[in-house]
């Protein structure tokens, strides 16, 4: 037996002498070993990725180990030119068994799919368990995520943040809006400038150094100073067109105060061509002529896209790309200040893909057009937001697609007191939005709307006029976005007359809910 001890090391020396004399070292790393990450692009929804395997060192590698995570919500759909075993959010990627060693001075690459897009970096990367920087130093790990971003000032043309440090060791950190850096600080504080007067935006942070980037922060939203009038008119009663005897807008105007209006419906045309109830076209028609008139007389309006009925833009583009294009149109042809996405029956609001499709474009939409309000419109339950709701406040806040209005409509459940259903809805939708994007109560109530029914709802709900000033109050102590109804066609006195298109159903004055709604 010791004869045996004595010549196994014996063995194994002569077995190192004999790979060390081939100029292949073992698979451990050192200095000149390098591992880059590329985005090679980024569609919204995914992003391809490469990692460059540089071995800069003398001697032949025999086998490579690549292993990094990526920040949460974030997975890998399809590698190739590596073997590659996944864990959650680790990755571990192997040279090919094709290709078993990389020789001195040579590089590989491998590549990779991932999901969702808008993919900042990989993180806590790591060649054959050492640093992926090549300095064969200990690996650091990616920084922790910063926190507890807030704004701490404004000017009309620039936003001042502060943030909470992040933990482990960090270089800086990133200010984005949406995928882009508007700021590299080593600071916690930053603050961004040349913004537009009375402009939205959106940011988060994120820390760095020479390992990686951490996730992302909660978003944090500030307007710059100087606004006159809400982007989108805050008090916005729905007119339309397609029926109900629609009253002329300027008649309104005059008698209740009321400047604003959101116009209803968008749909699809045919394909993913906007029109107005699909059939009338965006120019030289009844629809174009009321936005003049509304304008002449020193107001404007808000066009809404979908509806419960009708043949939705929403499906029929195939993209986000499309959508956002089809919306553009609508966009350019009124030189429009906001728009509304009214998604709430089950083609839209309750299909996955397209909802999801409608957060993208509309992210696309905020993009390219600085300044413009983005509203959506969507049902609610007595408590708040329901499964889909929900998931379209958490998908809005995982694409940061800077959407500044959520907007609930409280009715339609069934209810007995139109006021505190309308409070506890909104009140849900409030703890809803702080959870998702970590805003304060003040910071959330500034980004909700309330669209409601008044007079009887299709479910004979009532809100009358009293019930519609105090909700109006309410909204207005909080500093809501919006307040709508649905619609200035119904608001016209009818009592016992049920719920039909042209008046609300009950004893009130002609356009008296407009007239509250303009006090908002």
């Known amino acids: 037996m010791s004869t045996i001890r004595r010549r196994f090391p014996v063995l194994l020396v002569a077995i190192a002498t004999m790979i060390l004399g081939l100029g292949v070292v073992p698979a451990t790393a050192a200095p000149g070993l390098t591992a880059t990450f590329t985005k090679v692009s980024d569609w919204g929804t995914g992003f391809e990725g490469k990692v460059t395997v540089q071995n800069a060192s003398s001697s032949a590698l025999n086998g490579w180990t690549i292993e990094f995570d990526l920040p949460a919500g974030y997975s890998v759909t399809t590698s190739w030119d590596a073997q590659r075993t996944s864990s959650g959010q680790h990755h ?4 090919p068994t094709w290709a078993p060693t990389l020789a001195a001075g040579a590089s590989t690459t491998f590549g990779f799919n991932g999901s969702p897009g808008n993919f900042a970096g990989i993180q806590n990367c ?7 920087d090549g300095d064969g130093n200990p690996d650091p790990g990616a920084p922790g995520t910063p926190g507890s971003p807030h704004v701490t000032g404004s000017t009309s043309s620039s936003i001042s943040l502060a943030w909470n440090a992040s933990s482990g060791t ?6 984005y809006e949406g995928s ?3 700021a590299t600080v080593t600071g916690t504080g930053a603050t961004i400038g040349s913004l537009g007067t009375c402009t939205t935006h959106s940011y988060t942070v994120a820390a760095y150094n020479g390992v990686g980037e951490s996730a992302r922060s909660a978003a944090v939203t500030g307007t710059t100073t100087g606004c006159t009038q809400p982007a989108g008119g805050r008090g916005a009663p729905y007119l339309y067109l397609g029926w109900g005897n629609p009253p002329a807008p300027q008649t309104v105007m005059s008698a209740t105060g009321v400047r604003w209006f959101t116009m209803a419906f968008v749909l699809s045309g045919g394909g993913c061509t906007p029109a107005w109830d699909s059939t009338r076209p965006l120019q030289g028609g009844v629809d174009a002529q009321t936005i003049a008139s509304i304008r002449s007389a020193g107001g404007d309006i808000v066009p809404s896209f979908g509806g419960w009925s009708g043949n939705k833009l929403g499906p029929n583009c195939s993209t986000p790309q499309a959508l956002a294009g089809a919306y553009q149109q609508v966009i350019d042809a009124y030189n429009l200040k906001a728009i509304d996405i009214d ?3 089950s083609d839209e609001f309750e299909n996955e893909v397209v909802q999801e499709r409608i957060v993208n474009a509309l992210k696309i939409v905020e993009q390219n057009n600085p300044g413009i309000q983005t509203i959506v419109t969507f049902g609610t339950t007595t408590s708040g937001p329901n499964y889909f709701g929900n998931r379209l406040i958490e998908r809005a806040a995982a694409l940061q697609a800077n959407i500044d209005v959520f907007t609930i409509m409280p009715f339609d459940f069934g209810g007995s ?3 505190n259903d309308t409070v506890n809805a909104s009140e849900g939708l409030k703890n809803k939005l702080k959870a998702t994007f ?8 500034q980004h909700m709307g309330i669209s409601g029914m008044n007079g009887l709802s299709d479910q004979q709900e009532l809100t009358s006029v009293a019930t519609w000033t105090q909700i109006r109050d309410w909204a ?5 976005a919006r307040l709508a109804f649905w619609s200035v066609n119904r608001d016209r006195g009818c009592p016992g007359g049920g719920v039909v298109s042209n008046c609300s159903g009950i004893a009130q004055p002609d356009w008296e809910f407009s007239r509250i709604t303009a006090g908002f």
Request: with cysteine; hydrophobic share 30%; proline share 0%.
């Open 92 to 95: 571990t990627f192997r040279n």
């Open 126 to 132: 790591r060649f054959n368990g050492d640093s992926c």
């Open 170 to 175: 960090v270089t800086g950190y990133r200010v």
């Open 180 to 182: 882009t850096v508007r």
């Open 343 to 345: 998604i709430e029956n």
């Open 417 to 419: 007191n139109m006021y």
């Open 438 to 445: 970590g805003w304060s109560d003040a910071q959330a109530y």
């Open 476 to 480: 207005k102590a909080r500093g809501l």
